[in-house]
């Protein structure tokens, strides 16, 4: 079993509207998350991070981490075509962990 | 101008052939890092290096040997290639190792593919 799961696997959201994107990890030793963003044909770059109870707000982008049931959101305010790429959850076993434990993706699409 | 260059772009290889995947980052980065990205998998962390040593290997196979020559280069050798080493490799780097989760910046990638 996976250590970092996300959901959906895929995700269709019309332009200016909210996604929603989901993680969970079944191993209490990770407990710090971070969100990446991998466009086509690029390396994954890195969104925000989160490490502590309750929301985190990166303009159009909101964490949130309940770190009781080690379950990280992300939600995308005002979508834009942009947005379109795969989201990757990570997760590390401490604040100084360096070592990331990824999730299989969520593909986004922002409709014109 | 890119921070973290990768090459080759593409390389394709036959079955127990050697080859090396180069990486260079221009971040002043003391942190560098492979990853794997296979079809259908997460990105799976390989190797971990800070100050040209190696600090972690979660790589079950010696056929992958990270060359570290300079500091901001980080090179991976892989030997005796097999078709289920294809996949896309992504060196990444960071300010530093430990202490703190630092931001990982990823390069572009080399796909390989393995024939």
């Known amino acids: 079993q996976q250590k970092v799961q996300q959901s959906p696997e895929s995700l269709s959201v019309p332009e200016g509207g909210m996604a929603s994107l989901n993680c969970t990890s079944s191993d209490r030793n990770f407990q710090y998350f971070w969100w990446y963003r991998q466009h086509s044909g690029e390396g994954p770059k890195a969104l925000m991070s989160i490490f502590s109870d309750g929301d985190k707000k990166e303009g159009r982008f909101t964490a949130h981490l309940n770190k009781a049931s080690l379950h990280v959101s992300l939600h995308i305010r005002d979508s834009q075509p942009s947005d379109s790429a795969l989201y990757f959850c990570?997760?590390?076993?401490?604040?100084?962990?360096?070592?990331?434990?990824f999730g299989i993706g969520t593909r986004v699409l922002v409709r014109p | 101008d890119p921070k973290i260059i990768q090459k080759p772009k593409y390389l394709v290889a036959v079955t127990g052939s050697e080859k090396i995947l180069i990486c260079e980052q221009y971040?002043?980065?003391?942190?560098m890092y492979w990853y794997r990205q296979s079809a259908k998998k997460p990105l799976e962390f390989m190797f971990s290096?800070?100050?040209?040593?190696?600090?972690d290997n979660q790589t079950a196979s010696s056929r992958f040997q990270p060359q570290s020559s300079k500091k901001n280069h980080l090179d991976l050798q892989i030997t005796a290639l097999k078709p289920d080493d294809s996949a896309t490799y992504f060196c990444a780097s960071s300010q530093d190792l430990g202490g703190r989760s630092y931001e990982q910046y990823f390069g572009p990638g080399t796909r390989l593919t393995v024939l």
């Open positions: 990570a997760a590390t076993p401490s604040s100084a962990g360096n070592k990331l434990t």
């Open positions: 290096y800070s100050y040209q040593k190696l600090m």
């Open positions: 971040l002043g980065h003391n942190a």
